[in-house]
């Protein structure tokens, strides 16, 4: 999985309560996303961070957050999960640019994630 | 393993044969196309990209044509194995500098022993 680890890997909430997920890459790459994915949809891009303190929201980013102290972690917050937000999350990492492969976006091994 | 999608298109394929799998992306101005595999409980898997000035573009076993007047990909799989069972998407990027990708819903790949 291209040096990106996910933790945890399997979580399960109660709705109302706050929710992080972490990212973390050995890879050195400038980008970073977080998706989810849903029966019946592709892959929706929640947040994405192109440099440390560096984000920006993505198509579906309601309710959740995110933060990237380091190059090497990107955090998802869901300030207060909802039933709605049970998904599997991934994150990806690009390393940006126009060379080979560098604008390729690799995947993590995702977190399952169930709010009850 | 999580399904990630109740409805995908299925592609059955008797092992040994070959395969496509078919994309219809909906951006004309799109640059930069990949092609993802994702096994399931797993996270997608790269396979192969091509760029908007290419057609066809080959790697180990896999294949990727590019009609950009019909705004239609495709991936071919030689000789299937049973490990290529899968679902496939692609993923489209909408122009250069945007590092954002959209993503197909995918097709379900399953290879018949």
């Known amino acids: 999985d291209a040096g990106i680890t996910q933790s945890p890997r399997h979580k399960v909430t109660e709705t109302g309560t706050p929710v992080t997920l972490r990212c973390h890459q050995t890879?050195?790459?400038?980008?970073m996303y977080w998706y989810r994915q849903d029966p019946g949809h592709g892959l929706r891009l929640i947040h994405y961070?192109?440099?440390?303190?560096?984000?920006d929201k993505g198509e579906v980013s309601d309710g959740y957050s995110v933060s990237r102290s380091k190059t090497e972690d990107f955090l998802l917050t869901l300030e207060s999960a909802t039933s709605s937000q049970t998904s599997v999350y991934f994150c990806?990492?690009?390393?940006?640019?126009?060379?080979?492969?560098?604008?390729?976006?690799?995947f993590g091994p995702g977190t399952r994630l169930l709010v009850l | 393993g999580e399904s990630v999608g109740l409805h995908l298109p299925t592609l059955s394929v008797q092992e040994g044969d070959n395969s496509i799998i078919n994309c219809a992306y909906s951006n004309s101005a799109s640059d930069y196309f990949i092609w993802y595999k994702q096994e399931s409980g797993k996270g997608p898997q790269f396979i192969i990209d091509?760029?908007?000035?290419?057609d066809k573009r080959q790697g180990q076993r896999v294949t990727v044509l590019l009609n950009k007047t019909v705004k239609h990909l495709s991936l071919q799989i030689a000789a299937t194995q049973p490990g290529d069972s899968a679902v496939y998407f692609c993923?489209?990027?909408?122009?250069?500098?945007?590092?954002?990708?959209?993503f197909g819903t995918g097709t379900r790949l399953t290879i018949i022993p």
């Open positions: 890879e050195n790459h400038r980008y």
């Open positions: 993923a489209e990027r909408a122009n250069f500098g945007n590092e954002k990708l959209t």
């Open positions: 091509i760029r908007s000035n290419m």
């Open positions: 961070s192109y440099g440390v303190k560096d984000t």
């Open positions: 990806a990492i690009s390393e940006g640019g126009t060379g080979t492969l560098q604008e390729t976006q690799y």
